[in-house]
C-alpha cells in the first residue's frame, strides 16, 4: 500500500527519489475506492488458455479489478467458437468508446509475417494509437511487444534461425525501478518466439528504456521513458506444461524445432517440468498494476 505522509514532511522528497510512492493527505482526500479497469487485447489463438493464464496473475492482488477482454472485429477465429467469443468478449470498435486504467496486448503465433501483411494489423495500430491517449499503462506481451515498438517506435523484429524456445535467466539494466522491485538479481522467464530485438536499436531511440536482458534470449523488458508502454519479449504467464504442449503440438506436425532449453529434467522429455518463474510473473504483473496503473492513474482519468 501507498505511504500517506503530510506533503511537507522532509521525508517526503527523499522517498520520491528513491521511486518509493508517496500519497499526501491533499491527494488522499480526493480518492475513492473504484475498480481499475483492465482491457486484455487477447491475439492467441487458445483464448481461454491465454485468458485464464492472465487472470491468475491480475488476480493476485488486494487490488479490485474490472475485466474485459476484447476481440478483432476484422479476423475470424479458427480455434475459439463464435459463440464463446460473442458471450465474453467484446468487439475492438466498443473499447474506442471507453477509457482503462491498464491494458494488455498479447502474443500471436504470427511472427513469420510482417506487420503490414497480418489481417488485423490496421485494427491493432488503431487500438495501439487510441491506448496512447486513452489508456494509462499498456502492457505489450512477446508478439505484442514487437508490434508496440515497431508501430510506435520504429524498432524492427528480427528472425532467429530457430525458434527460441525454454527458460531464460535475465539480468536488470537500470536500478531502483518500480516494476523490478523485488526481484532477485537474476530472474527467469519463458521464451517462445522466433524473433529477435536487437539492443543497438533500443538504446538508440530516447523515448525507451532497457529494463532487462539476457545473456541467451537478448533484449527481454522495456518501458518508454514515461512508464505508459511496457513490453516484455516473453511469457511470464506461462503455466508449467504451456512449452511442454507447444513442443509437443509441433513435433507431432513433424516440424522441426528445438527441444525448450533449461526446461525439461536433465533435457528428458519424458520427465515433468516444474516452474520456477512463478514467483517472479506474480510479482511483475503485481509490479505493474500497483506502480504503472494503479498509484499512478489520475483520479478523474477514468
Known amino acids: 500500500m501507498p505511504i500517506k505522509i503530510q506533503s511537507d514532511l522532509p521525508a517526503c522528497k527523499t522517498l520520491e527519489k528513491e521511486n518509493i510512492f508517496v500519497m499526501t493527505e491533499k491527494r488522499a482526500s480526493t480518492q475513492d475506492i473504484r475498480p481499475l479497469k483492465i482491457a486484455i487485447v487477447n491475439l492467441m489463438p487458445t483464448k481461454e488458455v491465454t485468458e485464464t493464464q492472465l487472470l491468475r496473475l491480475l488476480g493476485n492482488t488486494p487490488l479490485q479489478i474490472e475485466i474485459s477482454l476484447i476481440r478483432m472485429e476484422n479476423h475470424e477465429s479458427k480455434n475459439t467458437v463464435k459463440d464463446y467469443l460473442d458471450k ?5 470498435s466498443e473499447i474506442f468508446k471507453r477509457k482503462f486504467d491498464g491494458m494488455i496486448i498479447t502474443g500471436a503465433p504470427v511472427e513469420h509475417l510482417e506487420f503490414e501483411n497480418v489481417d488485423y494489423w490496421n485494427e491493432l495500430c488503431k487500438i495501439m494509437d487510441y491506448a496512447k491517449e486513452n489508456v494509462f499503462s499498456t502492457l505489450y506481451v512477446c508478439w505484442g511487444a514487437f508490434a508496440g515498438l515497431y508501430h510506435h517506435y520504429k524498432v524492427q523484429k528480427h528472425p532467429l534461425e530457430r525458434k527460441m524456445s525454454g527458460i531464460f535467466m535475465n539480468e536488470r539494466c537500470v536500478e531502483g525501478d518500480p516494476l523490478l522491485r523485488g526481484f532477485d538479481d537474476t530472474f527467469p522467464i519463458p521464451q517462445s518466439r522466433h524473433a529477435t530485438l536487437k539492443k543497438e536499436d533500443v538504446v538508440k531511440c530516447k523515448d525507451l528504456v532497457l529494463l532487462a536482458e539476457s545473456a541467451e534470449a537478448g533484449v527481454t523488458i ?9 513490453f516484455m519479449t516473453g511469457h511470464l504467464e506461462y503455466d508449467t506444461m504451456t512449452l511442454a504442449e507447444e513442443y509437443y ?7 522441426k524445432v528445438p527441444l525448450p532449453k533449461n526446461y525439461f529434467p536433465t533435457n528428458n522429455v ?3 517440468p516444474t516452474s520456477y518463474w512463478r514467483s517472479t510473473a506474480h510479482l511483475f504483473f503485481s509490479n505493474w498494476l500497483n506502480y504503472y496503473v494503479y498509484q499512478a492513474t489520475p483520479f478523474n482519468f477514468i
Open 88 to 92: 465474453f468478449y467484446i468487439p475492438s
Open 270 to 272: 519424458n520427465r515433468m
Open 222 to 230: 522495456v518501458k518508454s521513458k514515461d512508464n505508459r508502454e511496457i
Open 249 to 255: 503440438r509441433d513435433t507431432d506436425k513433424g516440424m
